[in-house]
């Protein structure tokens, strides 16, 4: 008999406040292609072209339980009330260090997702990598100006900017400049009908939905697509990790000075939807190798063959990589990697993998 999956998500306030839960949207968007039934705790996630909200509320109970850890945020009461007879899974996106994935309230939990994944937290054997990966809207939006003309420019269109953005923009982005056009994308505030709008895309993403990101997005060469901070492990998780990792950043200054090797470090809070949007559109990613400070992903890239891979704080080399591949050379990367990230991150494949572990659970 197949099981029955349900979501237990939390509503929709205000695009300042949307709690846009996309790791449930993806898994619910594969659900549907793979003919996997589901339901919900509330109605979420409007579809304008289906009429009808993607996530439906129902009071059947699921065989397996899909929790974003946004669910149990300041309601105790909530976590009293999981069913440890079911198979239990909690969606961990957070950005902070300290997350869902380290607390021991979460220990009976048979499954964690965790994106931002690092080794060097030392995650129970419940914890596994995710990815921000793509939602459908994502793929649709991307899609649907496929075809635009690409410019030899390279973008930047950073939301916040990470230590390690602010890294690229000082060392790579002048040496890029050299060569291209550097375009800084900043999204417009779009119509009063728009904003005004609780069922709007824009809204219900959390004012991250742009359709003019996306044509530019298509229309760029390059894009750079770095997140997240470097820091020296040990990781702060206990007092004596925080004052040995003091001692040891202290004994590196006096070693290297300022130049402190890119090996001694670890990138926390490295995902994002830039990434995942470079991939799955025309141009090519920019990103930190993802064999190196601890990016753990299920399904990990090849550097030169699906993005240009920065060898640690090696800037330099990437920028001289990069002009010498020539924008042909770099077209094909970008194709080579929109495919890989359809591969392995669309709705269908993040499920299939989903589907995989909750097997692995029931054996």
């Known amino acids: 008999m197949a099981l029955q999956y349900k979501f237990f998500l ?9 709690s846009y839960q996309f790791l449930s949207i993806a898994l619910a968007e594969g659900f549907n292609e793979l003919g996997i039934a589901y339901g919900a705790n509330i109605d979420y ?32 009461a909530a976590l009293k009330q999981v069913d440890y007879s079911k198979i239990n899974i909690l969606i ?6 300290f997350t869902p994935a380290l607390e021991d309230k979460y220990i009976k939990f048979n499954l964690i ?12 054997v419940n914890v596994k990598p995710w990815a921000f990966g793509l939602t459908q809207t994502m793929i649709d939006s991307i899609n649907s100006t496929i075809n635009q003309p690409i ?67 298509n229309s760029s060469l390059l894009n750079l697509s ?12 206990n007092k ?33 939807w830039r990434l995942w949007e470079s991939f799955a559109s025309n141009t090519c990613p920019v990103f930190s190798d993802c064999s190196q400070f601890g990016i753990t992903l299920p399904v990990k890239p090849e550097p030169g063959i699906h993005y240009i891979a920065v060898d640690g704080f090696n800037f330099e080399a990437a920028a001289l990589q990069i002009k010498q591949l020539g924008d042909e050379k770099l077209k094909q990367i970008a194709q080579q990697g929109r495919q890989w990230a359809l591969q392995h991150y669309s709705p269908k494949a993040v499920s299939q993998r989903l589907v995989a572990l909750v097997a692995e659970v029931k054996q």
Request: proline share 8%; aromatic share 12%; no cysteine.
């Open 151 to 217: 410019k030899p420019r390279v973008m930047i269109s950073y939301r916040k900017l990470h230590d390690i953005r602010k890294l690229s923009n000082e060392r790579l982005v002048p040496l890029l400049a050299k060569q291209y056009e550097i375009f800084n994308f900043e999204s417009q505030q779009p119509s009063d009908s728009i904003t005004n709008d609780p069922l709007s895309l824009w809204s219900q993403t959390g004012r991250r939905y742009d359709p003019d990101y996306f044509v530019e997005l």
């Open 240 to 272: 004596p990790s925080r004052v040995l990792g003091k001692a040891k950043r202290e004994l590196l200054k006096l070693v290297y000075g300022s130049n402190i090797p890119a090996k001694h470090y670890t990138l926390i809070q490295y995902d994002s």
């Open 113 to 124: 997702l965790r994106t931002h994944y690092n080794p060097k937290m030392h995650y129970r």
């Open 226 to 237: 770095f997140g997240g901070t470097p820091i020296i492990p040990p990781l702060p998780l």
């Open 45 to 76: 996630w409007w579809q304008t072209d289906k009429n009808s909200f993607l996530f439906g509320k129902t009071d059947q109970v699921g065989d397996v339980n899909i929790y974003e850890s946004r669910f149990f945020e300041g309601n105790d």
């Open 10 to 18: 939390v509503p929709y306030v205000s695009p300042l406040n949307s």
């Open 92 to 97: 961990d996106h957070n950005d902070r260090l």
